[in-house]
Nanobody, 119 residues
């Protein structure tokens, strides 16, 4: 069974930064893409960032709300995906989930890590 474990969340001041990590129990090349999603209370889970097998040289997508503030990257040797978030805003407060997408489109999810941004 594939397992994803997020870490790096916490409480930060508005304008601060966090680096989230997602450690995967198998080769991340098993998946067509790795992604970060977030869910705030009472809201739908939304895509934050997605990175394909090609890494920085390939397909990378960001939600408009984080574009320019977030950077997704991957370390294939460590089977780890990162989300660097800068200039954090209170509206970034959410549980952040790592997702691995199989070639067939099915997602495997991590347990989530809480990000809280104070004003």
């Amino acid at each position: 069974q594939v397992q994803l474990v997020e870490s790096g969340g916490g409480l930060v001041q508005a304008g601060g930064s966090l680096r989230l990590s997602c450690a995967v129990s198998t080769s991340i090349f098993s998946f067509t893409s790795m992604g970060w999603h977030r869910q705030a209370p009472g809201k739908q889970r939304e895509l934050v960032a997605r990175i394909g097998r090609g890494g920085s040289g390939g397909i990378i997508n960001y939600a408009d709300s984080v574009k320019g503030r977030a950077t997704v990257s991957r370390d294939n040797a460590r089977n780890t995906v990162y989300l660097q978030m800068n200039s954090l805003k209170p509206e970034d407060t959410a549980v952040y989930y790592c997702a691995a997408t199989w070639p067939g489109g099915t997602n495997v999810w991590g347990q989530g890590t809480q990000v809280t941004v104070s004003s």
